[in-house]
Antibody, heavy 126, light 107 residues
Framework: QLQLQESGPGLVKPSETLSLTCTVS??????????WGWIRQPPGKGLEWIGS???????YYNPSLKSRVTISVDTSKNQFSLKLSSVTAADTAVYYC??????????????????WGQGTLVTVSS | DIQMTQSPSTLSASVGDRVTITCRAS??????LAWYQQKPGKAPKLLIY???SLESGVPSRFSGSGSGTEFTLTISSLQPDDFATYYC?????????FGQGTKLEIK
């Protein structure tokens, strides 16, 4: 059974960089059929897609966050990571990592999210 | 950005009721729409993908329909476990977006 687990600091200071890691177990992150993504949810609010990465390192980012986001993959550790720079209180949220099957059109893009981590709350505060 | 608008925002219903939630996209997304169920303190769970395909393991009382800009999620006979918040998500255009959610409450 595939499992995803987020880890990282629960508190980040304003203007600093938020860093989270998602460890995948029960399956290989190197599989050619899947994207690995990050989604966040501010307390009491809705879901926001942050971005997704293919095992090869190809990435897609939410245009509204693109200037501050980096997603990377470490296939040797079966992990992928999120870095969000210059954080403010508006970045306080539960951050989820998730898997999506690839969707093949003229290019290969992520599909819907079928496996999710439990989520980790990151608070931005001094 | 593609805007996804769900209605209603809150829905009160009873066990056994048939309920329908609507999701409208600001432009056509073909059938590239998913529905999720989220319970408090838990991650979302994929119910429906490609507008009408039931995810493995999801009860058959859940169904989805629609294409283009208008989509619906129907629960044919509400069970106690179904009271939760439901989200739609478009995955046609990068910059994937979710609806604001529909909270399904017990009447």
């Amino acid at each position: 059974q595939l499992q995803l687990q987020e880890s990282g600091p629960g508190l980040v200071k304003p203007s600093e960089t938020l860093s989270l890691t998602c460890t995948v177990s029960g399956g290989s992150i190197s599989s050619s059929s899947y994207y690995w993504g990050w989604i966040r949810q501010p307390p009491g609010k809705g879901l926001e897609w942050i971005g997704s990465i293919y095992y090869s390192g190809s990435t897609y980012y939410n245009p509204s966050l693109k200037s501050r986001v980096t997603i990377s993959v470490d296939t040797s550790k079966n992990q992928f990571s999120l870095k969000l720079s210059s954080v403010t209180a508006a970045d306080t949220a539960v951050y989820y990592c998730a898997r999506s099957e690839e969707r093949i059109t003229m290019i290969v893009v992520p599909g819907p999210f079928d496996y999710w981590g439990q989520g980790t709350l990151v608070t931005v505060s001094s | 950005d593609i805007q996804m608008t769900q209605s209603p925002s809150t829905l009160s219903a009873s066990v056994g009721d048939r309920v329908t939630i609507t999701c409208r996209a600001s432009q056509s997304i073909s059938s590239w729409l998913a529905w999720y169920q989220q319970k408090p303190g838990k991650a979302p769970k994929l119910l429906i993908y490609k507008a009408s395909s039931l995810e493995s393991g999801v009860p058959s009382r859940f169904s989805g329909s629609g294409s283009g800009t208008e989509f619906t999620l129907t629960i044919s006979s509400l069970q106690p476990d179904d009271f939760a918040t439901y989200y739609c998500q478009q995955y046609n255009f990068i910059g994937y977006t979710f609806g604001q959610g529909t909270k399904l409450e017990i009447k």
